[in-house]
């Protein structure tokens, strides 16, 4: 059964228009990240919350939100899609951070098209 | 078949042979290494992970090999089958405070020819 799980799957928007992606998790998992991954590129880190503490990684575009309202759930919220950011948006869990050793779960992946 | 480095290249084995996969890592800080395979489509699963202090470890039909003197981690994969053809990454994780941040290279495609 999946651990981590993504809705959509497969989302189309058009370019400007708000999007939210959802990650759920049956885990119980502390963290929860956000990557961005483009064709043929390695998956990219966003942001990341540990339990409720939001972390932002320096280069992630102010265009980029996310919400965490309780353990099990994660949003990503682009407020304007570009074309540029039609990507796979991969959502990821780990029980703890700062510890070696943490394995980190993927989600199966958003695939976000903008036209 | 072997490979090197993060181009994204390619490396075409034939089924029941063995691959090695190459990855050169960044920082001689991180402490812990991952192998994830991706499937076309699909989120990258867990293959098996490898921590600074150790330089081999064996999974099933996997071993990873860890050089930290010249930053160096190989994944091999025993007589290799169709189902292992996907994109495979190495990541390393930096640790410390702030969560553990993974950082991926570039990847490298299997191809299992039959």
């Known amino acids: 059964d999946a651990m981590v799980i993504q809705n959509p799957r497969y989302q189309v928007t058009q370019f400007g228009k708000p999007v939210t992606l959802s990650c759920s998790q049956t885990l119980n998992h502390n963290v929860m990240y956000w990557y961005q991954q483009k064709s043929s590129q390695a998956p990219k880190l966003l942001f990341h919350?540990?339990?409720?503490?939001?972390?932002n990684e320096a280069d992630t575009p102010d265009n980029f939100q996310s919400r965490r309202p309780n353990t099990s759930f994660c949003f990503l919220d682009i407020r304007s899609p570009g074309l540029g950011d039609a990507a796979m948006y991969l959502c990821?869990?780990?029980?703890?951070?700062?510890?070696?050793?943490?394995?980190?779960?993927f989600g199966e992946g958003s695939w976000l098209t903008v036209v | 078949g072997e490979s090197v480095g993060l181009h994204l290249p390619t490396l075409s084995v034939q089924e029941g042979d063995n691959s090695i996969i190459n990855c050169a890592y960044s920082?001689?800080?991180?402490?812990?290494f991952i192998w994830y395979k991706q499937e076309s489509g699909k989120g990258p699963q867990f293959i098996i992970d490898i921590r600074s202090n150790m330089d081999k470890r064996q999974g099933q039909r996997v071993t990873v090999l860890l050089n930290k003197t010249v930053k160096h981690l190989s994944l091999q994969i025993a007589a290799t089958q169709p189902g292992d053809s996907a994109v495979y990454f190495c990541a390393e994780n930096m640790g410390g405070g702030g969560g553990n941040k993974l950082t991926f290279g570039t990847g490298t495609q299997l191809k299992v020819e039959l």
């Open positions: 990821a869990t780990s029980r703890d951070r700062g510890v070696a050793g943490n394995t980190i779960y």
């Open positions: 919350y540990y339990d409720k503490d939001f972390n």
């Open positions: 920082n001689s800080a991180s402490d812990y």
